[in-house]
Structures are given as structure tokens and as C-alpha cells.
């Protein structure tokens, strides 16, 4: 071989052996030693998403990284989002020069932003949403001037806005919502003419909306709501005619709404000014606003007649107007103009000063119509037959009105209807069987009218029932058992009516029944069922002023979330129940006004959870404890149990009493006993003349119930047997 050919191979050996293999990469650039730099400042990485950040891989083919296409080792793109990353963000970011995006949203970074991010010319998209950084807004970021999208939403910045920001004239998106930003918008943000979209929400500025912002003619979204901003809207916003979203929701926002956006805003789609100061009237120019979707001036100070002229908002799908001082005139004509905005879908106007009554037109409301909301007005007059044909309601609220008249069949063909408020009405008729037809019904409320006849047993059809309220009527008869059938059931409450009959152990079966169960008020009799026990998760369960007798079921202890009991004014009789020990949650057990018998419960003094017993006005006996729970107990939850003793000095009960006998007996066996009974007979008389003279009228117990008392005392007693013993001597010493 010749020495040209030796000294070619060897040079070509010697280059093969320095050049390194592609398994063998080192990371010997500047970019690769700025992300092992950031890698290192990550803490937690719980789904292993960088197990991919090592040496032995070529960075470009990490995990998030996109390098430049034509010049080689070169990252223009860090992408790291939704990762549940942990950790600081590193300042040697800023040594990818070459960087056009990062996006760090989503995770849990903490500490600072790095003011060396400002030296970053070619960023463009910087995204830093939904962390946990702190600190300042950085000054710095105005060095990234090709810089178009910043969000820096959901962390908890703090500090003013910087002045820095107004010389970002590229940004086109800014959205530094949802952090604890102080001080006053700043003026200089006009100086983004660029703009489409700006994001200042969920902080804590003050001061007024600064007109200057009509300078921004491209922004399309504003939102400045949960704020603490004052003052009047700006009429200058109406230049801004891009606008598309605008939100000043939950603000101090005052003054008139400015008519002139009516006239300029064509664009506008969805407009947010609830919850402000706003007064004044709704400006017949925003009829004018012929793109909107959304229209929400809801809980202001508004005023006047809704314009009819908001019947030309075709495209109109949500209007909420509630919680304002609006009136209308007698016939809502208004609500007739709307029925041309066909693709309406949700429309509450409840909380107001609506007076009149409810339009036949109603009926032509929009078929997706399916929320129609008008509680808390003035409105007089019967449902409309119409009603019926909105066969796309979900939820109709028509409670605390003065709605008279009958409640219409119609109401049968709302098939999709889930939720119907007509309680605090004037309400009058019967139920009508048709009601049974609303297939998808989860609450009715009816409660608090004046309907008559009986509780028609088609509601046992309503299969998705969940909420019943027939309360503070006029109903009769029997309780239906196919109510039984709404095995939904989370709350059933019929009280203050004239219903009849037992209470239908069925009904005790709805095994769903976990808010509270009220019958009281009414003319129910018969025992309680023992199958009460089954209604293991109910919170209340309310059976006053009924004619129930017999005994309580000790199976009552079986209901293991009850908090509050009530079986007073009936005429239940035995003692009370030990299972009652059993219910750890009860808090408020009224027994008052029955037959009771027995003694008071131990077990009630270490009863820790128990806010009030009452169990006055029964025929208790035996010494009341003075321990634990009735140490500081008055005497009003015993008052009116003759045959008790004891107890502390702020019952005022009197003292237990030991007889004692100092001579042989020489009397007939039942003499002493006799003797108590008549002791127990005058006791019982005063207690009598004491209850009715009760200030209170609904503390005087029913007369039948004390005479029931009196007589059942004296033929105790037995005058007939009671025997001469005038002649001999007894001594009673108090104890």
C-alpha cells in the first residue's frame, strides 16, 4: 500500500473516532443546558412526563420541545401543559433566544416569573395560566416585543399593572384574570391598539372604567367583572364596535346604561351587567343590538317598562332581567312582543314589579323556551290554558305571585317539564288528574294556595318525583297509598291541610326519603306505623298536631339520621321510647302534648347532640334527674306533668316526697294509696286551671284533652273504696 493511501485511512480512523455517536449524545449546547437547568428546578413530575430528559436522547426529541427546522439544535417551542408539573420556573429560560412559545399552563408552578424572560425578542405566545405564581406583574416582559398572546390567569399575582405593559403594542390577546391585582386599570392600556381581547376579571381594581379604552376598536372580548370597579359605564365603549362579549358582572358599576351602545355595537353577541348600581331605564336602542345572543341586566336598580321594542331581537336566546324595579302595564304586553324572538331559550324576569296579568300569548313564546321564570312579582289573574304549549320547558317558576283562578290541565302536556313552582299563589280548585302526565317531573310545588278536594292518586305516576309540596291548602281525604310509587322521593310535605285517615305504612317505604317527611297539621289518626323505622336516612320527620294514638314504635330508633322529631299534640300513648338513644344526630325531639306515661329518660342527660327536648303536657312521673343536660333545664319542657319531682331549682318542680308511717297500720290496705291519688287529683286540677290561662293560645292544650286528663285521674282514684281515716295519723316529710 502505498504512504498516500496509509495516511488517507489513518486521517479517516482518527475522524471516526472523534465524531460521537448518536446513542452517546452529549449535551454541549446552549439551549440543551438551559432545559436541564429547568428540569432540575421541577420538584414533582407525578405522570414521569420528562422521563424522556436525558442526555442519552437528543433534546429535540424530548417530550414538549420543537426545535427550528433549518437551523440545527435550536428550540422554538416549550410545551408543558396540563402535567401536574411541581417546582420553579427557571431563568435560564431566557437563554433559548430562539424561543417563539412557552407554555407552562395547567400545572403547579410556584415562586416568581423570571425577569430574564424579558430578553426573549422572538416570544411570541407566553402562557402561564392556572399556577401558583406569586410576586409582581414582571416589569420585564415588555423586552419580549413580538410578544402577541400573554395569559397569565388563575395564579395569584399581586401588585398594580406596570406602566411597561402600554409599550406591548404587538399583544393581541391579555388575559391576567383570577389573581390579586390591585390599583386602578390604567389608562395606558388604549395604547394596545392591537388588541382583540382583554382579560382583567376576578381581581381587585377599583376606580372607573378609563374612557380611553374606545380607543381599542379591534376588541372583540372585555372582561372586567368581580371587580370593584365605580362610576358610570363609559359611553366611549360604544367605538369599541368589534366588541363581541362584554362583562361588568358583580361591580359597583352606577349610573344609566348608555344608549349609545344600541346604536354602535352590532357585533355584540352576549352582555353581562348583572349584579351592579345600574338605574334608570333599559334604553329602547338596544333593540338595535341585532347579533346578541345574551342579554343579562339582572339585580340593578333598573326601572320603567320593558321596551316591547326587544321583540326585534331575533337571534335573542337568553334575557334575564330579574331582581330590578321594572313594572309593566296590565296586559305584560311585553311579554307578547317577545314571542317573535323565536330561538328564545331561557327568560327570567322574576323579583320585579310586574303587575297585570299573564297574557293567552304566552303560549307563543319560542318552542325551545325551556326556563320561564316570574317569581316574586305582582302577577294577578289565572295560568293561561296557553301554557300548555310550551313543550320545551324544563323549569317554570311562577311562585309568590297573586295567581288566582284553577290550575290548568294543560299543564299535562309539558312532557319534559322537571321543575314547576306555583307555591304562595292564590290558588284554588282542585289538583287536576292530568298533572299525573309530566312524566319528567322532579318537583312540584303547590304548597301555600287555597286548592280544595283530594290529592288525586295519579301523582303516584310521577316515576322521577323527587320534591312534593302541598302544604298550607285546603285538601281532604286520604292520603293517597300510590304516592308510595314516587320511590324517588327525597322530600314530601303536606302539612297545614284537612287530610284524613291513617298514614299509609306504604308511604314509610320510600327508602329515598332523605330530607324530611311533614304530615303535621292536619286530621291524620290511627297509629304511626312501625315501619317509620325503614326511613333510615330522613333528616326531619314532622307529625304534630294530628290525632295519632297508640304507642311509638321503638323501631323509630332504626332511623339513624333523623335531627329533628316532632310528634306533638296527638294523643300518643306509653312511655318514650329507649330506642330514641339510639339516633346519634337528633337534635330537637318534641313529644309535648300527648298521653305519655313513664319517666323522663336518663340517657337525655348525656345526650350530647340534643339542642331541645320538650315533653310537656303528658303524664310523666318519677323524679326528673338533676345531672348532666338538665342541670341547667327550665321547666318548660316538662311543664304540665303533675306526677314529676325533682329535678334542679330552675324547674320549679316540686320535691320528691318519702312517706313514712309512725303507727302499726290499722287502716284498710289502700288507704295511703288513696290518699296520693287524691294528692295526684288536686295537683292535676291546678295544672288544669293553669294551662288555660296559658297567655300564649297556641301553648293552651285542646279542652277534650285536659277533661280526658281530669276524668282519667279521677276514676284512678276510686272514691268508691276510698276509706274512713279521719282517725288515724300520717306524716309526710319532704325529702
Not at 39 to 52: M, N
Not at 58 to 73: A, D, L, M
Not at 421 to 447: A, F
Not at 635 to 658: D, E, F, K, T, Y
Amino acid at each position: 500500500m502505498s504512504y498516500h493511501q496509509n495516511f488517507t485511512v489513518t486521517v479517516f480512523c482518527l475522524i471516526c473516532c472523534l465524531m460521537p455517536a448518536k446513542s452517546a449524545f452529549v449535551c454541549n449546547f446552549t439551549d440543551c443546558q438551559a432545559l436541564f437547568k429547568f428540569k432540575a428546578g421541577i420538584i414533582s413530575d407525578p405522570e414521569g412526563q420528562l422521563q424522556d430528559w436525558k442526555e442519552a436522547n437528543p433534546f429535540c426529541n424530548w417530550t414538549g420541545i420543537t426545535c427550528h427546522q433549518s437551523i440545527q439544535n435550536r428550540v422554538i417551542d416549550l410545551e408543558l401543559t396540563n402535567m401536574d408539573l411541581q417546582g420553579s420556573i427557571s431563568p435560564f429560560l431566557s437563554n433559548l433566544s430562539l424561543l417563539t412559545k412557552l407554555s407552562l399552563q395547567s400545572n403547579s408552578f410556584h415562586g416568581e416569573i423570571p425577569t430574564t424572560l424579558g430578553v426573549l425578542s422572538q416570544l411570541e405566545y407566553l402562557n402561564m395560566s392556572e399556577n401558583k405564581l406569586t410576586g409582581a406583574f414582571p416589569a420585564s416582559l415588555h423586552g419580549c416585543q413580538s410578544l402577541k398572546f400573554l395569559d397569565l390567569t388563575t395564579n395569584s399575582l399581586s401588585g398594580v399593572i406596570p406602566e411597561e405593559l402600554g409599550w406591548m403594542k404587538n399583544l393581541t390577546f391579555l388575559a391576567i384574570s383570577q389573581n390579586n391585582l390591585t390599583g386602578v386599570i390604567p389608562a395606558f392600556l388604549s395604547n394596545l391598539t392591537e388588541l382583540t381581547r382583554l382579560e382583567l376579571a376576578v381581581n381587585y381594581f377599583t376606580g372607573k372604567i378609563p374612557w380611553e379604552l374606545g380607543a381599542l376598536t379591534r376588541l372583540e372580548i372585555l372582561y372586567l367583572h368581580l371587580n370593584f370597579l365605580e362610576g358610570a359605564i363609559p359611553a366611549s365603549l360604544s367605538n369599541c364596535t368589534a366588541l363581541r362579549e362584554i362583562s361588568l358582572i358583580e361591580n359597583r358599576i352606577s349610573g344609566e346604561l348608555p344608549a349609545e351602545m344600541g346604536n354602535k355595537l352590532q357585533n355584540l353577541q352576549k352582555l353581562y351587567f348583572i349584579n351592579n348600581n345600574i338605574s334608570g331605564r333599559i334604553p329602547v336602542t338596544f333593540s338595535n343590538l341585532s347579533q346578541i345572543t345574551l342579554l343579562d341586566l339582572s339585580i340593578n336598580y333598573l326601572e320603567g317598562e320593558v321596551p316591547e321594542e326587544l321583540g326585534k331581537l331575533k337571534n335573542l336566546e337568553i334575557l334575564y332581567l330579574h331582581s330590578n324595579n321594572l313594572v309593566s302595564n296590565s296586559s305584560l304586553s311585553f311579554l307578547t312582543a317577545l314571542t317573535n324572538c323565536s330561538f328564545l331559550q331561557k327568560l327570567h324576569l322574576g323579583s320585579c314589579l310586574f303587575a297585570g296579568s299573564l297574557p293567552a300569548s304566552i303560549g307563543n313564546l319560542s318552542k325551545d323556551l325551556y326556563y320561564f321564570n316570574l317569581l316574586n312579582n305582582r302577577i294577578r289573574g289565572e295560568i293561561p290554558y296557553s301554557i300548555g304549549n310550551l313543550s320545551g320547558l324544563v323549569t317554570l317558576h311562577l311562585w309568590d305571585n297573586r295567581l288566582d283562578g284553577i290550575i290548568p290541565a294543560t299543564f299535562g302536556k309539558l312532557k319534559l317539564l322537571q321543575r314547576l313552582y306555583l307555591g304562595r299563589n292564590k290558588l284554588q280548585g282542585s289538583i287536576p288528574d292530568e298533572m299525573g302526565q309530566m312524566e319528567n317531573l322532579g318537583l312540584l310545588d303547590l304548597g301555600n294556595n287555597s286548592i280544595t278536594g283530594s290529592i288525586p292518586s295519579s301523582l303516584g305516576n310521577l316515576s322521577q318525583l323527587r320534591y312534593l309540596d302541598l302544604s298550607q291548602n285546603s285538601l281532604s281525604g286520604n292520603i293517597p297509598i300510590k304516592l308510595s310509587q314516587c320511590t324517588l322521593m327525597m322530600q314530601l310535605d303536606l302539612s297545614f291541610n284537612n287530610l284524613q285517615g291513617p298514614l299509609p305504612p306504604e308511604i314509610t317505604l320510600l327508602a329515598n326519603l332523605d330530607l324530611f317527611l311533614n304530615f303535621s297539621n292536619n286530621n291524620l289518626d290511627g297509629e304511626i306505623p312501625e315501619s317509620i323505622g325503614k326511613l333510615v336516612s330522613v333528616q326531619a320527620i314532622d307529625l304534630s298536631v294530628n290525632k295519632f294514638s297508640g304507642l311509638i314504635s321503638s323501631s323509630i330508633g332504626s332511623c339513624a339520621s333523623l335531627e329533628y322529631l316532632n310528634l306533638s299534640k296527638n294523643m300518643i300513648e306509653g312511655t318514650i321510647p329507649e330506642s330514641l338513644k339510639q339516633i346519634t344526630y337528633l337534635k330537637v325531639l318534641d313529644l309535648s302534648f300527648n298521653q305519655l306515661t313513664g319517666r323522663v329518660p336518663i340517657w337525655l342527660a348525656n345526650a350530647s347532640v340534643m339542642q331541645n327536648f320538650n315533653f310537656s303536657y303528658n303524664r310523666l312521673t318519677g323524679e326528673v334527674p338533676s345531672t348532666g343536660r338538665f342541670k341547667n333545664l327550665n321547666g318548660s319542657s316538662l311543664i304540665g306533668n303533675a306526677g314529676l319531682c325533682g329535678g334542679s331549682a330552675l324547674m320549679r318542680l316540686q320535691p320528691c316526697v318519702v312517706q313514712k308511717k309512725r303507727r302499726k297500720e290499722s287502716l284498710s290496705g289502700d288507704a295511703s294509696g288513696d290518699l296520693q291519688k287524691l294528692e295526684q287529683c288536686c295537683l292535676q286540677v291546678l295544672n288544669a286551671g293553669m294551662m288555660c290561662t296559658e297567655e300564649n293560645p297556641l301553648r293552651r292544650p285542646p279542652i277534650s284533652l285536659l277533661t280526658g286528663e281530669l276524668q282519667h285521674t279521677w276514676k284512678e282514684m276510686g272514691f268508691d273504696r276510698l276509706s274512713m281515716a279521719g282517725k288515724e295519723s300520717y306524716d309526710f316529710d319532704g325529702v
